[in-house]
């Protein structure tokens, strides 16, 4: 049996079949998980190369070896854990009250006009000052101890926060509202159950993207005036030249943002699995 | 009769951003009975969602209300419920608590397992029992539709609103849920209105269809019946003999409509914002009673008030003069008679097609049909007397115009009778100032005319009045203003002022105390002359008919303002289009819609109007009917023209009125 001897190739007139560059399209499951894990990996296995192989003072780039052995000496002493705790109950406190208080202010400013137009150009200002650049502000007014750094957090995510939940709330569709006061709903129904749900992802979603920013505030603060932190503890070693400690509170750091991102992730799975299609 | 939905002389107007103001929905007047299904169809941006969301109570009209089920609606309610395009689910509740939330919300009174039946009952009722714990997005577009039909129907409403509520469906889904929801409809008995775009979906499942007009000043343009029995069939309307015509009627107007909108698109003439483009005008008019509101205009500074400086009233031989007058621009406007811009427009006798226009009604009634002594003696004093008096001799009657009401309204009268007015007597065209002595001389035995003409006659001894036009059709249209469409093109903020100067003006002479004045203003050599004094029967006097009884005080014989007189409705111009076409002096356009979209200018007098704080409403376009008693309905003119028994052939075109020409308009400007 004799194949077809179509002269034309029809590969030539339509585009390259590709598994790599599909535009907009899922890569198969395998190709994914081992491009994530070398994503990790390839650096990992070059800083070691080049420690192991290279003739590199550690003191400017010390080896992965050296890291680890810097981490357990400082888990073992308790200081790591005593920064990351003080670190983290900054954040949380920061954070906590920046997104409690800016969830009503930007689902008011997306649902009235009016509260729109009496708070967005306020917020618009204020979010285009860097917030590190409170801090000298800060220390005048609230000493040196926590409350500045809390309130820096706040400063630094509260703005934003009000700007982004109040952009989904714009996008509710006006249907549905109209549709709700068809059946009978009132305001504040239509608000409660109706506009409140269908940005409650919206708004997880913004409060996910600005924990990095709190994450990275509170390093900032720390870095300038503390006695414990992640960041005072890099601005020490920095001072005496402990470079795998400098690496071991940046690692420290990572991996806890990274861990409170998926966390958020799966929050949103958890709650609003309605609108997973969306995103 | 009351009616379930009465949507009641709407208009909305929409605030502009340069401040003016975009009139989207014109005097919507509506009646829907219980248990009906009404479709408004019409191209994007006529404003049937606007009508829509208004009587859900999402919006508020202008002007005008709804009354639904002897309530206005102010705001939002369960009593409408809407079925929007898009289905509006709440996408994080499954089926069964989209339908529940809203069960639970507006029939909170019911004890809970009974809500709890009504939802399970109109979730089988869409037959989406499988599907009932399924989320929004698990579901097709069809089954969001459904379960969007099932809420709204669960809290029972007195009026189901639909927006376009298959328009994103696929052919077959949107069949399946057409016939669906017709059954549930007549099962139910819900009352419906559904705004569509789809021809054959309106057909399916409306009793009535209403087609609106293109924006802005979107108004009814027809409703048509949908005579086909129910139950329907999806597959089997189609069958039904009438349905092809009802389908081809749809199209028809919706084409016309494109057209006019892209007429409308093209033409900007000069646009001139800050003062007129033109403040001396020569307006013709020939020497009648009815002429009064040019002269109260002319005489009472009516014109100058409104900036119009130099007007010169020009006093015309004949109509014929008027129209020649019009058609080689001598004249800026005029006096013109009630059919006249219609038959221009439509080109009558050898005239090309010129389309004029009207914005103004300037008079209505006015007329008598007089017959000469003789008959009187012979005792000729009805309808069916004459009709005898034509078996023995030939006789002879004029009117002034083959586009005049006198000619139509002559005509009607006689053919009421079984007199066919072409065949059974001789009809002659005589100017009105030469009828009397036409009839002393013996060339005429009758004519039917304006005042004086006829005053006069009786006064000399000459003739009586067999008939006023009160007895044939009271407060019909007579005079009109008149001017060309491309000079109200060009001179939009003219004709304006002149539209406001002349209601001025008739709003004056409809004042009985300012009569006196009027007459002794109307007896100036340059008007009336002489004439004048044998106008009194009628516009101050009683009337005497010269029959020997005794005079009959007719208030209205001469009406200028009062009722809404003013206003160029397009019914009764649809009535002097049927007219024009039984005699054959024009065709009858297929396009009646348009052409009288186009001649009669309820826009533009509605803008006079309400400048003025007057009324801007046309009147009712329900059907009305003359002394005979014959009904004419102004969304069935051929059916009408059809069912009249005397007439000439009938002619039906397309009658496509070429657009006033460019380079003409690139000049003016």
């Keep these: ?279 | 009769m009351s009616f379930f939905v009465e949507i009641d002389h709407i208009d909305r107007t929409f605030p502009l951003k340069d401040g003016g103001s975009y009139i989207a929905l014109k005097n919507i007047d509506l009646n829907v009975k219980k248990g009906e299904f009404v479709s408004l169809i019409g191209h994007s941006g006529c404003g049937k969602s606007t009508l829509l969301n208004i009587l859900a109570g999402l919006d508020k009209p202008t002007q005008g209300g709804i009354v639904l089920d002897g309530r206005q609606v102010t705001e939002p309610g369960p009593d409408r419920m809407m079925v929007f395009q898009n289905y509006s689910l709440l996408p994080w509740k499954t089926v069964r608590e989209n339908v529940s939330l809203a069960v639970e919300k507006v029939l909170k009174t019911l004890p809970k397992d009974e809500r709890d039946r009504i939802v399970e009952h109109h979730i089988d009722l869409v037959g989406l029992r499988n599907a009932a714990d399924k989320k929004p997005r698990e579901l097709s577009g069809g089954m969001k539709q459904r379960v969007a039909i099932a809420r709204a129907l669960a809290i029972r409403p007195k009026l189901l609103l639909l927006d376009e509520p298959f328009g994103a469906l696929d052919a077959l889904t949107r069949g399946n849920l057409q016939q669906q929801l017709m059954q549930i409809c007549e099962e139910n008995h819900l009352t419906c209105v559904m705004v569509t775009h789809d021809v054959d979906e309106a057909l399916l499942l409306s009793d009535r269809i209403v087609m609106l007009t293109n924006g802005p000043e979107s108004h009814v343009g027809q409703i048509l019946d949908v005579a086909i029995p129910r139950p329907r069939q999806r597959l089997e309307v189609v069958n039904h003999p009438s349905y092809y015509s009802l389908r081809n009627e749809i199209i028809y107007f919706l084409n016309q409509q494109k057209r006019d909108k892209k007429r409308k698109q093209k033409q900007i003439g000069a646009i001139a914002r800050n003062g007129l483009e033109k403040v001396n005008l020569d307006i013709g008019f020939v020497p009648l009673t009815d002429c009064a509101p040019l002269v109260v205009a002319k005489e009472k500074g009516f014109f100058a008030k409104h900036g119009l400086e130099q007007v010169n009233l020009s006093r015309e031989p004949s109509w014929k003069a008027v129209a020649d007058g019009i058609r080689t621009q001598r004249l800026d406007a005029a006096q013109m008679l009630a059919g006249m811009p219609l038959a221009m427009t439509l080109g009558y006798a050898d005239n090309p097609r010129l389309p004029v226009i009207t914005a103004l009604v300037t008079a209505r009634n006015g007329n008598a049909i007089t017959l000469k002594k003789e008959f009187l003696d012979r005792g000729v004093r009805s309808l069916s007397d004459l009709k005898s008096v034509l078996k023995d001799d030939p006789v002879t009657l004029a009117t002034v115009h083959p586009t005049s009401m006198h000619n139509l309204m002559l005509r009607y009268w006689l053919a009421s009778a079984g007199i066919d007015p072409d065949h059974d007597l001789k009809l002659t065209i005589v100017p009105p100032p030469q009828m009397v002595a036409n009839l002393s001389a013996g060339n005429i035995d009758g004519y039917c005319v304006g005042e004086p003409w006829n005053s006069r006659a009786i006064r000399e001894g000459l003739g009586y009045a067999i008939a006023t036009d009160l007895d044939i059709w009271a407060a019909h249209p007579e005079k009109v203003l008149g001017v060309r469409e491309d000079w109200t093109n060009q001179h939009p903020e003219t004709h304006n002022a002149l539209v406001k100067a002349l209601l001025e003006a008739c709003e004056y002479c409809d004042d009985r105390r300012n009569r006196e004045e009027i007459l002794s203003l109307m007896a100036r050599p340059q008007y009336m002359g002489a004439s004048a004094d044998y106008a009194r029967p009628g516009f101050i006097d009683a009337y005497d008919r010269g029959t020997g009884e005794a005079p009959e005080s007719l208030l209205r014989f001469n009406q200028f303002h009062v009722d809404n007189a003013n206003c160029p409705g397009r019914a009764e111009g649809l009535w002097i289009l049927t007219q024009l076409a039984r005699w054959e002096i024009t065709a009858f356009p297929r396009n009646w819609i348009e052409v009288l979209e186009r001649v009669r200018r309820v826009d533009v007098y509605g803008r006079a109007a309400r400048e003025l704080g007057l009324p801007d409403n046309e009147g009712n376009r329900h059907p009305f009917q003359l002394f005979d008693g014959k009904v004419f309905n102004p969304d069935d003119p051929i059916g009408y023209l059809n069912s009249l028994e005397i007439g000439r052939d009938l002619r039906i075109e397309e009658i496509i009125i070429d657009p006033v020409s460019e380079s003409h308009l690139a000049i003016a400007v």
Aim: glycine fraction near 8%; include cysteine.
């Design chain 1, 1 to 279: 049996m004799r194949q077809s001897t179509n002269p034309i190739d029809p590969s030539r007139k339509s585009l390259n079949s590709t598994v790599f560059w599909r535009l907009a399209e899922d890569i198969p499951k395998p190709l994914q998980t081992g491009l994530m894990v070398a994503s990790i990996a390839v650096p990992l296995l070059l800083w070691w190369l080049i420690t192991t192989f290279g003739t590199i003072d550690p003191t400017f780039l010390p080896s992965p070896g050296n890291v680890l052995t810097a981490f357990g000496r400082l888990w073992s002493t308790g200081e790591l854990l005593q920064d990351t705790v003080a670190s983290l109950w900054r954040v949380g406190v920061g954070f906590a009250v920046a997104v409690f208080c800016s969830i009503p202010v930007g689902v008011l400013m997306g649902s009235f006009s009016s509260i729109r137009a009496l708070l967005e150009p306020l917020f618009g200002l204020i979010r285009y000052m860097p917030a590190p650049a409170f801090i000298p502000l800060l220390i005048l007014y609230l000493g040196i101890g926590e409350e500045p750094k809390v309130t820096l957090i706040f400063i630094g995510v509260f703005f934003f926060n009000s700007l982004m939940v109040m952009d989904t709330v714009k996008f509710v569709p006006k249907d549905l509202i109209e549709a709700t006061y068809t059946l009978g709903g009132n305001r504040l129904q239509t608000l409660l159950q109706v506009i409140f749900p269908h940005v409650l992802p919206g708004i997880i979603d913004a409060s996910r993207i600005n924990l990095a920013a709190a994450w990275q505030l509170v390093i900032v603060s720390e870095l300038i005036a503390a006695t414990e932190g992640l960041g005072r503890r890099i601005s020490v070693a920095g001072r005496f030249l402990r470079t795998d400690e400098i690496f071991v509170g940046l690692i420290v750091i990572g991996v806890i943002g990274l861990a409170f991102d998926l966390s958020f992730q799966y929050l949103l799975r958890l709650s609003c699995s309605w609108a997973s299609q969306k995103r």
